[in-house]
């Protein structure tokens, strides 16, 4: 943390406020949720640079690749996810959500951009997810972000759902 | 994938590893098809805006797998019918993944696996145990180990399997693996084909070397090395906060996209990937074999030890042969450069934010298990190939201080090739 007192005694500034306050959020989310993951790296004190996402995202795939050769254990990298059709939506079911997920992004095959989407918390640890702009396309990558926009977890590739069948 | 598959046993309430030598050979080789088609799910690797597909091209494993049916819940062709909960019973069923699907090891798990010797000791136990009495008799466990390796891997593959990649073009299965590994690593394996099992009118290693035109990987070697010593050269720097520092994290991303782009050439249209889910399928029946403590067949041959080196070097003894002398380092190797040049492949560390990741540690302990594999993988390459890759530069030259060399390592010049067989002149000479 370097949210000192300012040394003339006047108000702390602008962005030492914002880490006291995404702090404060973090203990209150640890309290809450029983869980000790910090969102943000920079305050863990172990003095390394805080990692960009890009970085993030090569470690998470590369443990993500060594769970699913089997050398390391699936746990802490890896979510299941089933797309279903309900009424009218398209959704997608996440479990095991970790209690820091804050959003999930879906990424289409072909598209360059990933649609980010709002987790419905559900019993136990599961989540879902409703499609938008993805619906109907194939997802070709599943990530779901904690609350700084940094991905924790990886689901399946998930085809599109096949077309429904009329009935007369 | 029988690792997987022993992973998937290990999960299983009341089951372990070992559980996979009970399966019947008939349901492990329907399960490799069911194993191959899970890789449908493994997700797109990298960021968002250039995702790369595994293994080269996103369509290969739907070209290539079992027609689904035609509706959800019909019949299903040759399921496997494994079930986890007991290895001894036929569920009907394919055998459903709820998370992610199963991703085989990258060839170069089956290139350093086979070069411990592994194959060609357990073929000659094989050999033995089916055409006389000089080994001990085998328990329950020990003959069904003997069956299903026998069934899966010195005879004919079943028609129409994914595990057909042997047929009266490419008839023999150890010429196919190492035309696989000089493609993909432009390297032999540091045994030769025994000679007991050398072809009538074989040609030696133009066997597997001709007809490969251009498609050779012949800096592969020089490259890795060449990749270690510079991640090496970070390792040492990663907390240099004072002095020069020669760590050049572009140079690092630029050895990995050169690699890249290597191994990629071989995959383009999903090529050797049918080969590659194969041969790390017969190598990983023949490493849970040996790593796994107390398997049947260890057990029988008296060969108990605490690793899979020391297993091999027993068993090897008890047939008149020598194992690999490294194949301590190359049983672990395998499984770290495995996942290492799969992330290469897949563009991980493509630029020089993301090649960071392979030597400087970050907050958090976000990237220690590839700071950890790195690591453990220059000590063991190093340890088991000779190349020096803790070396500084030394001498007076001009520029030999270098912490980089002056160009990639380039492949050494080509060998020249035999002139090429013709296959028929129609009469005319």
Known sequence: MSADRPPDGGLPSEATLREFVTALHDVATAITQ????????RRRGDGDRPASVAQRRTALDYRVLGALT?????????????????????????????ATAARVAVQAAGEEEPELLGIDRGSGSSGTVTLDRTRGKDIARLEVWNGAGQPIRLGPRL????AQTPVD | MFRNLAQLFAATPGRDRRDVFLVHPIQLSRWLDEAWDSARTVP??????????????????????LPRPQVIGGAEVAPSGVVLADPDVFGGQPLRLQASGLAWDHAAYAYLVESTGVFEVLAEVVRR????????????????????????FFRDPPLFSIGGVTSSVRPDDRVNRRNCMWRMFGMDLPHPIPARWARPGSAGEQDWKSDTGSGVNTGFREKWTELLRQVWLGIE???????????????VAFLCSALKDMMTMRRRGGQLAREEFVYVTTMSWFHLTLETPDTPIVVDLRADATSAADRLAKIAQRVGMQPAARSRELFELADLMSAMLRAIELGAFDTGEKAETLYVPLAGGVNAQLLQDMNRIIDLWQSATGDRV?????????????????????????????????AATNGRG
């Open chain 1, 34 to 41: 029983h869980t000790t993951e910090l969102h943000d790296d």
């Open chain 1, 70 to 98: 089997g050398r390391l254990a699936p746990g802490g990298v890896l979510v299941s996810a089933r797309r279903f059709q309900d009424k009218d939506r398209e959704r997608v079911e996440l479990e095991p959500l970790p």
């Open chain 1, 159 to 162: 085809p599109r759902l096949p």
């Open chain 2, 44 to 65: 797109a690797f990298g960021d968002p805006s250039t995702l790369e597909p595994f293994l080269g091209a996103a369509d290969v494993v739907e070209t290539l797998n």
């Open chain 2, 129 to 152: 145990l089916v055409t006389g009495e000089t080994l001990d008799t085998l328990s329950a466990g020990g003959l069904r180990w003997l069956r299903a390796t026998e069934e899966l």
């Open chain 2, 237 to 251: 720097n990663a907390r240099n906060e004072s002095g020069p520092n020669a760590t050049d994290k572009e140079y």
């Open chain 2, 390 to 422: 803790k070396d500084r530069p030394v001498g007076g030259v001009a520029g030999s201080l270098s912490a980089q060399p002056l160009r990639i390592p380039a492949a050494p010049p080509p060998v020249p090739s035999p002139p090429p067989t013709v």
